[in-house]
């Protein structure tokens, strides 16, 4: 199976802060990766598919990069509403499999 | 709108069975592959298991090979996962999903339904 290893854990910033999120694959899977964005009590949200391109509705302060193992999530200006835990996700083949979260707090 | 709405959860004792059910709305159900998803207490996601749009295909974690079952009605546009031989570890909230047209990924995401093992 394809671990998933999401970097940091947690990240403490304040509103307007770019942030940085960073998953690395254990095998390389091309572009086959997405960021989900999950808020307490809530389902997951779509942000990022195919490493890189935005879904429909998903603000532009987000964006994804990066290709076979190393990719990143990037909020350009952190919003109240982006405090959250975010989730990378491997598509390339199953099992699909998840990183462990990375959650953004207020600072 | 794409809606899903999961049911069937609750309280069951170890190595007994549940039903999960999800009814889907607001797309074509046969064109697009479902997955189911889990999330223990306080935990991260776990994928649990995938069917392809015409049912032709199942896929399953190792965690659940062999006790799960997903399978498809397309004439009721209803997804469901039969849960057998339950353990304390499978305690989790189980989302229904639709995966996107580019494939790969979750694009719809259900409220999700808690099943809880416990004698």
């Known amino acids: 199976d394809i671990q998933m290893t999401q970097s940091p854990s947690s990240v403490s910033a304040s509103v307007g802060d770019r942030v940085t999120i960073t998953c690395r694959a254990s095998?390389?899977?091309?572009?086959?990766l997405a960021w989900y964005q999950q808020k307490p009590g809530k389902a997951p949200n779509l942000l990022i598919y195919a490493a890189s391109s935005l879904q429909s509705g998903v603000p532009s302060r987000f964006s994804g990069s990066g290709s076979g193992t190393d990719f990143t999530l990037t909020i350009s200006s952190l919003q109240p509403e982006d405090f959250a835990t975010y989730y990378c996700?491997?598509?390339?083949?199953?099992?699909?499999?998840f990183g462990q979260g990375t959650k953004v707090e207020i600072k | 709108e794409v809606q899903l709405l999961e049911s069937g959860g609750g309280l069951v004792q170890p190595g007994g069975s549940l039903s999960l059910s999800c009814a889907a709305s607001?797309?074509?159900?046969?064109?697009?592959?479902m997955t189911w998803v889990r999330q223990a207490p306080g935990k991260g996601l776990e994928w649990v298991s995938g069917i392809s749009g015409r049912g032709g295909s199942t896929y399953y974690a190792d965690s659940v090979k062999g006790r799960f079952t997903i399978s498809r009605d397309k004439s009721k546009n209803t997804l469901d996962l039969q849960l057998n031989s339950l353990r304390a570890e499978d305690t989790a909230v189980y989302y229904c999903a639709k995966v996107s047209p580019y494939s790969g990924f979750i694009d719809y995401w259900g409220r999700g339904t808690l099943v809880t093992v416990s004698s």
């Open positions: 095998q390389g899977i091309s572009s086959w």
């Open positions: 607001g797309f074509t159900f046969s064109s697009y592959a």
């Open positions: 996700q491997q598509g390339n083949g199953f099992p699909w499999t």
